[in-house]
């Protein structure tokens, strides 16, 4: 049996004989099939082409990013026990840096684009996956070590809360992490809240490889609940994607600007 790896979005599926059929999550139009066709691989392939690049990003935060990229290429935050969001190469190396920073207990991923290969990092690390139950079709490998939450809020830590935003994902999530940032607070908004090429401002589509944006209405409800935390930081999914101050108001402006332009003013 072997575990399969959609190398276009990085997803690990159940343990089979044969691949599966197509990778769902790039099948949806917020995805796509890469050029040449699905194309699968496994870790052990993985682990003899990549490693991981672990660097504090601040104190008591880590980024763990693959190297050459793979897949969609996000990097994956470690803060407090926490890994927020997920990526797909796990080897021993990556484990021990982990462990010498604490480990990790809970696993919290923003979207199912970042799900990747959470059920092999919950075994090795003992750890609980939290994903937010309006995504749970989009498990492609199930594992009695994934809890799925419900509402719009879920404490995790003293200073480590979820907070469902929806928008790029019915689920979609973000983490506040009110420690960060000297106690100003850091958002990690996995592409949820995308940092954009200005990092000035961010963006919040519906799907971002095939530029569908979201409509009026759910930019209006996402800035609302934004409206409501406090944060001066916001960490995107890529090394380079960081908003190091004054976040919350570029945040804000940044909805008022998707807002104008969608309406044409
Ligand atoms: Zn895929
Ligand atoms: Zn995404």
Redesign the pocket.
């Known amino acids: 049996m072997n575990t399969f790896i959609c190398v276009t979005c990085g997803t690990q599926f159940s343990p089979s004989n044969e691949p599966p059929d197509g990778c769902p999550i790039c099948l949806d139009e917020?995805?796509y099939v890469g050029d040449g066709g699905q194309q699968w691989t496994k870790m052990a392939e993985l682990r003899s082409e990549h490693r991981n690049r672990v660097e504090e990003q601040e104190s008591g935060l880590f980024g763990i990013g693959t190297e050459p990229s793979f897949a969609?290429g996000q990097r994956a935050l470690l803060v407090g026990g926490l890994l927020w969001d997920c990526l797909t190469l796990l080897d021993d190396e990556t484990a021990t840096a982990v462990e010498q920073r604490g480990g990790i207990d809970m696993i919290a991923i923003?979207?199912?684009?970042?799900y990747s290969t959470m059920v092999e990092w919950a075994e090795r690390f003992d750890a609980q996956v939290l994903l937010h139950e309006a995504d749970r079709d989009w498990i492609m490998r199930p594992s009695e070590r994934i809890e799925l939450w419900t509402g719009e809020r879920r404490r995790l830590t003293e200073d480590l809360e979820l907070i469902r935003l929806g928008g790029?994902?019915e689920g979609g999530t973000v983490c506040l992490w009110s420690s960060g940032a000297d106690g100003r607070g850091a958002l990690l908004a996995?592409?949820?809240v995308q940092v954009v090429s200005d990092r000035a401002w961010v963006s919040f589509m519906y799907?971002?490889p095939n530029l569908i944006p979201l409509p009026a209405r759910e930019i209006e409800r996402m800035r609302r609940i934004l409206e409501t935390h406090e944060f001066d930081r916001v960490y995107g999914?890529w090394w380079d994607r960081v908003i190091a101050e004054d976040a919350k108001a570029k945040v804000l402006r940044s909805a008022d600007r998707y807002l104008a332009a969608i309406n044409g003013r």
């Open positions: 917020r995805q969609i923003s979207h199912p684009h970042y790029h994902f996995g592409d949820i799907s971002y999914a």
